[in-house]
Every structure is written in structure tokens, then in C-alpha cells.
């Protein structure tokens, strides 16, 4: 295991924290995204390009918007 | 079910895949080594296919049936949440939405980068079996890309330019055409997912056989299948409101 592959799994560790110590869901949709762009960092070291793509795809643009939009959805109920 | 019961089949599940799982963890090659018993057979039986893109090969020719699982577990998924997210009886849908104040960088940006992203996205689905990508990730990529149109700062264009009940069609398609090229590999070559067609040369746009082909049919159920989904949460986000 190499320098930078080793330098990748301590961003997704930190990252990973960083979303679970966010406390509100809308804040939580951005950290989640950047969470997702550092896997996609880690995926790219240990050759995976594929799954990159699809994490980048997935998980920094589709599910955070999902998280936004239901959080809205959820705010303008209670009001 | 009772609450006991759901227990018991989960305990069962759950020490299943535990075992297995770490019977399969103790005995798989070092992580970072050079032992690969996979590569050494999926990369030549790709290269004998014409498909320089190995994972495209494995996932559409020699895991086919895999990726048809995958496929039918997003279009159930997909029927799943619209079905959940429909507007209720005591819902109604409202026709003119107030669009929040955008900045014009932002519409500037989402403009230019809109066709970009459907060229990317086009080419990643085009190209799945030569580079990375394919059907899954080009299609997540044109289906995030028509939604800059709503970043841009415009969803009456967004819904102007998107069809729904199209896009439920094409879901519906993509998802057959993938069981279609699936029976005609058993009808052409006796197998179910035989990849049937001439490989071609390697490296060329239409080579690898039906590897493309299922790229495109997947590429289409996916892009199609995002964007219902999507639908689904922006309108409700911003236009279904209980009826009072």
C-alpha cells in the first residue's frame, strides 16, 4: 500500500467523520457530497476509474439533491 | 410477521453473512499484492472479446445476468419511490411555481455547462466497452445533467423539457431490450446473455460484440430512471401541497 493510497483512506476517514458529526440534515447534504468526492479520490488511487464514475455520479450529485429536496419538502410542511 | 420472529430471520441473515463473510475475508489474496486469480482470467477472456474496457466486459458479457439483477433492482426501486412520492388524495399539484432568485453566475454556469455534460454523458454511455464508464455511470450523468436546467434557476423549462410519461417509456425499454438481447444470445447461440454478435477489432467504436449494445440499453433505462426519480422529489419540494 502506497503513500497516496494510504494519504486516500485517511481523507475518507476524516470525511466520513465530518458527516457524522454534522448535526443538521441540509448541512449534512454538503458534507455528505464532499464525503462522496473523497471516495471517489480513493477509488482513482487503487485504479478503480469505473467505480469512481459511478460514486462521483451518485453519490456528490443524485443523493445529496435527493437529501435537499426532502429536507425542503419536510421544512415546508411544518411551516 | 411478529416483532420475535423478524428477530429470528434476521439473527439467521445476519450470522450467515458473518461467517461467510469472514471465511471469505481470511482467504482472499493481500490487499496491494500481486496475486490476482480474478485478472489473470477476466482480462484475457476481455481481450479475447475485443472489449479493452475490462470492468464493461465483465459487467456486460461475462457477469451479464449480474448486471440484469442490478438493473431490475434500480427499475424496481424507481417504481417503488414514484409510487411512494405520488401526490395522495389529500394532496393537489400546484400550476405556477415562484422561482427562487438565482445568481446569474450561477444560471450563466449551469447554461454552458449543460450541453457539456450531455456530450460527457453521451460519450461515457458511447464509449463504455473502450473506456470507463458505460451504460450506468453515462446514464446517471445525462440524468444529473438535464437537472442544471433547474440549478440554472428555470424548473417551468426543466418541465417543459421533460416529458415524463417518455421517460417512464424509455425506462421501460431500456430495461426490456436488455432482457431482449438476453434471450436472443439463447435463441442465437443457446445461451441466455451470450454475447453473439461478431467482436470486431479491438479498440474500434463497434467491436465487443453486444457489450456496447447492452451499455446503450442500460445507459437508457438509467438516464430515464434518474430523472422520474428525481421528478418525483422535486415536485414534491416545490409544487405538491396538502389540500386544505
Known amino acids: ?79 | 410477521m411478529s416483532r420475535r420472529l423478524r428477530l429470528v430471520v434476521f439473527g439467521l441473515g445476519v450470522s450467515g453473512i458473518g461467517v461467510v463473510f469472514v471465511l471469505a475475508a481470511l482467504l482472499i489474496p493481500r490487499f496491494g499484492g500481486g496475486d490476482h486469480p480474478y485478472r489473470d482470467l477476466a482480462v484475457p477472456a476481455a481481450v479475447a472479446r475485443s472489449a479493452p474496457n475490462v470492468v464493461s466486459a465483465l459487467n456486460f458479457d461475462q457477469r451479464a445476468l449480474d448486471t440484469l439483477g442490478e438493473e431490475t433492482i434500480l427499475l424496481a426501486s424507481v417504481v417503488g419511490a414514484a409510487a411512494l412520492l405520488r401526490p395522495t388524495t389529500s394532496e393537489h399539484e400546484r400550476s405556477i411555481v415562484a422561482e427562487d432568485r438565482i445568481l446569474s453566475a450561477t444560471t450563466l454556469l449551469g447554461y454552458l455547462l449543460l450541453p457539456v455534460t450531455l456530450l460527457v454523458g453521451l460519450d461515457v454511455v458511447a464509449h463504455g466497452h473502450l473506456t470507463p464508464g458505460g451504460g450506468f455511470q453515462g446514464g446517471v450523468v445525462l440524468a444529473t445533467g438535464l437537472h442544471l436546467l433547474y440549478v440554472a434557476g428555470s424548473y417551468s423549462t426543466l418541465v417543459r423539457l421533460r416529458p415524463l410519461t417518455w421517460y417512464g417509456i424509455a425506462e421501460a425499454l431500456g430495461a426490456g431490450a436488455f432482457a431482449v438481447l438476453g434471450v436472443s444470445g439463447l435463441v442465437a447461440a443457446g445461451g441466455f446473455l451470450v454475447n453473439m454478435l461478431p467482436y470486431g477489432r479491438f479498440g474500434d467504436l463497434f467491436s465487443a460484440g453486444t457489450v456496447p449494445l447492452l451499455n446503450l440499453a442500460v445507459g437508457c433505462e438509467v438516464a430515464s430512471g434518474v430523472i422520474v426519480l428525481l421528478a418525483q422529489f422535486l415536485a414534491q419540494a416545490l409544487t405538491v401541497r396538502a389540500t386544505r
Not at chain 1, 9 to 30: H, I, K, S
Request: charge should be positive.
Open chain 1, 1 to 79: 500500500m502506497n503513500m497516496l493510497v494510504m494519504l486516500g483512506f485517511a481523507l475518507v476517514a476524516a470525511m466520513g467523520t465530518a458527516v457524522v458529526f454534522t448535526g443538521e440534515p441540509e448541512r449534512q447534504a454538503v458534507t455528505l457530497s464532499a464525503y462522496g468526492l473523497s471516495l471517489t479520490v480513493l477509488f482513482i488511487l487503487v485504479q478503480a476509474p469505473d467505480v469512481a464514475l459511478s460514486q462521483v455520479a451518485v453519490g456528490t450529485a443524485v443523493v445529496p439533491l435527493m437529501v435537499m429536496l426532502a429536507v425542503r419538502k419536510v421544512r415546508g410542511r411544518r411551516e
